[in-house]
Nanobody, 118 residues
């Protein structure tokens, strides 16, 4: 059974930082493409950051220079370090895992709320 469990969300002031974690089980983690998505109220879910099995990363323009995605294959965990947070970063953040041989059937975590507010 595949499980993705996110943690690390919460309430933070503008310009603050948070680190999200996503612990995976039930998959060969090192072979999967891992991503973070987010969904704000009334908006569609959007891709925030992605990291391939080889560690190649890519980011949404809105978070470039502020967010960093990283993976620890030994711990089957992917991270999202979020710095210089803005109120518009407020959303539920979801972890996503894709098998490169079955890309259209991703696994999702349950999500973790990030609220940026003073």
């Amino acid at each position: 059974q595949v499980k993705l469990v996110e943690s690390g969300g919460g309430l933070v002031q503008p310009e603050g930082s948070l680190r999200l974690s996503c612990a995976a089980s039930g998959i060969i983690f090192s072979t999967y493409v891992m991503s973070w998505y987010r969904q704000a109220p009334g908006k569609q879910r959007e891709l925030v950051a992605i990291i391939t099995s080889r560690g190649v990363t890519n980011y949404a323009d809105s978070v470039k220079g502020r967010f960093t995605i990283a993976r620890d294959n030994a711990k089957s965990t992917v991270y999202l370090q979020m710095n210089s947070l803005k109120p518009e970063d407020t959303a539920v953040y979801y972890c996503n895992a894709r098998n490169p041989t079955d890309y259209n059937n991703p696994y999702w975590g349950q999500g973790t709320q990030v609220t940026v507010s003073s």
